[in-house]
């Protein structure tokens, strides 16, 4: 149940509310609208007096809802009306007008609008025009003359909200921090049916300024990704010349003048202001250290790999800066992803972007490498060959969503816990429909079973207690296409296997073959021993010696979360 607070202004707010909410709407969207409950409970119902004018009754009715705040004069508030709609999920049972009308009861008290029993309260009224929704309107003057006190409201009818679900049985959201992203207003979604959009402009425009501060390596190419993109842009200038701020704007989205509607920013999401869209964009532009250069795909995995690690043994704010390179990350993969997996891919962008804010202040210095590799990619680095970067890069980031997930639960972040797991459905689906053909594919190139059989060995001495499930599993002609590619450059088998099972723990993959496919494509071409360590390792093996041992490559991990199973 989602009830918002809308506050107006002016000597007609009354007039105009009411008249919209017995009116016919701004689609024809009202059906039978008529009061449910009020402050006293016998007010005028334009909708439900079949022997009077129905304009006489509502004038009636703005009447007494005004009389407090006319009584006060010149004294009155600014904003002297409280207009706040409650709106049940699609899937919850259609609820009758007494039960709407004790509902907003409850929203008012909460509110501080109308305590119980306070009989000198302010008046208002609730107006139901459909199945799934009211809305409360009040006047913003108690019948004393004095201001109510409705310190923190909206947080109150939340938690109201909450409470409300519980007690009828309706669908039960998280409890928010006041770091999501505006919702689009019902003005903004029935404008979007009307120009035929999938979406409303708000929700088009935040995934558009995402996506550009994701690409984008500076300032300028940011602005000029929207304007490729279709965003006008408005920037708003100090008295220096400076911008301060900036406005955005879809070209066929109107008001009635003709004029593009502009959103701030900060309005679109609170990541989104000026300000931070810079301090985003300086951990993508140039520094005096530059990122080495290399196989973004493999820098990218790299860098992905390291988030669990930054989750559960950094500092907060790190941990926070992760999840917005994460975020970015997903931003981008869309692009660069198959077509078949472009639209779970987007879901899943469009999702996780409630997971990447929280109170906790992001620090972006570790994140250099993950988004500038990701941006490489999508720049149009070196090709994917068979696809198995691409499906490489999506098993780390599923596995970091998953990380993520886990980590807003322990941070009783509920929102942002709800959303990674949203988000980690639609990167299921995605992964499996690449992991598939691209196994396939290294399943073909399997070596012969003399070698097969040399590399079961070595697995049962590295990790006996999943070398059964590792032989019995699917993948594993494809495991062993890697080791033998591996093997083929200069690396020891068993030096390679011991660095991929250090990585991080096998006790909860579903495929533990398909977990260390990829960890070995990634270690084997990463670090392959160079022509000179190669001829090296040739005399020793002629002379009888045994193969060097390299060093591991990557620290062990917290154990995985078991919300994810590959």
């Known amino acids: 149940m989602i009830p918002k607070i809308i506050l107006s202004s002016g000597p007609y707010a009354t007039r105009r509310t009411i008249g919209y909410l017995f009116g016919k709407g701004r689609a024809n969207e009202h059906v039978d609208p008529h009061l449910v409950a009020s402050w006293n409970d016998f007010a005028p119902d334009p909708g439900r007096s079949p022997h009077r004018d129905p304009k006489d009754a509502m004038a009636q009715l703005v009447a007494q809802l005004d009389q407090p705040v006319k009584m006060l004069g010149d004294k009155a508030p600014k904003d002297t009306v ?97 770091t999501g992203a505006k919702r689009p207003t019902s003005k903004e979604h029935f404008k979007a049916k009307r120009l035929g959009q999938d979406a409303a402009t708000r929700d088009v425009l935040r995934l558009r300024v995402r996506r550009a501060v994701a690409a984008a390596s500076d300032e300028t190419e940011f602005f000029a990704l ?141 994140t250099r490498v993950l988004r500038r590799s990701v941006q490489a990619i999508w720049r149009g680095g070196p090709g994917d060959g068979d696809g198995s970067g691409f499906a490489m890069l999506l098993n780390t980031v599923l596995t970091a969503v998953a990380f993520a997930m886990h980590w807003h639960r322990t941070h009783q972040h509920a929102q942002q816990e709800a959303a990674a797991e949203q988000a980690l459905v639609h990167l299921q689906i995605a992964y499996g429909q690449i992991a598939e053909p691209v196994l396939a594919g290294l399943a073909q190139r399997a070596p012969s079973l003399q070698m097969k059989q040399r590399f079961a060995r070595h697995l049962q001495q590295a990790v006996p207690e999943h070398a059964e499930r590792i032989l019995d599993d699917p993948a594993f002609d494809a495991l062993a296409a890697v080791l033998a590619q591996a ?50 390792k040739a005399r020793s093996a002629a002379q009888g010696h045994g193969a060097p041992v390299l060093p591991m490559a990557v620290a062990p991990l917290q154990p995985r979360s078991s919300a994810h199973r590959r």
């Open 487 to 536: 093997e083929a450059i200069g690396h020891d088998t068993a030096t390679l296997l011991r660095q991929a099972l250090g990585q991080r723990t096998l006790d909860d993959a579903r495929s533990p073959a398909r977990a260390l496919t990829w960890r070995i494509r990634r270690l084997g071409e990463r670090h392959a021993p160079s022509p000179r360590a190669q001829a090296a």
């Open 226 to 366: 929207l304007e490729a993109t279709g965003v006008t842009v408005r920037l708003k200038l100090g008295p220096s010349g400076d911008a301060l701020g900036c406005n955005f704007a879809l070209p066929d989205d109107t008001n009635d003048k003709g004029e593009p509607v502009f959103y701030a920013g900060s309005t679109l999401a609170p990541d989104l202001s000026l300000p931070k869209i810079r301090k985003s964009l300086a951990t993508t532009g140039p520094e005096p250290a530059a990122v080495r250069a290399g196989d973004p795909w493999h820098q990218a995995t790299a860098a992905a790999e390291r988030i669990p690690h930054h989750l559960f043994r950094g500092d907060e704010r790190t941990a926070q800066g992760q999840l917005v390179a994460l975020g970015a990350t997903l931003d981008l993969l869309p692009i660069t992803a198959p077509a078949a997996v472009k639209a779970e891919l987007e879901q899943a962008a469009v999702a996780f972007e409630r997971a990447t804010r929280s109170r906790i202040a992001a620090d972006l210095d570790s």
């Open 82 to 178: 409280w207009h706040c709609p409650v709106r049940a999920a699609p899937e919850d049972p259609i609820l009758t007008d007494a039960q709407w009308a004790d509902i907003a009861r409850r929203i008012v008290a909460a509110a501080g609008i109308a305590p119980d029993g306070d009989e000198d309260a302010c008046r208002w009224v609730a107006v139901r025009h459909a199945d799934d929704h009211i809305h409360i309107a009040a006047t913003l003057v108690r019948q004393d003359g004095r201001r109510p006190e409705r310190g923190y409201d909206q947080r109150a009818v939340q938690r109201e909200a909450r409470k409300i679900e519980v007690d009828y049985g309706l669908r039960r959201l998280k409890q928010g921090d006041g």
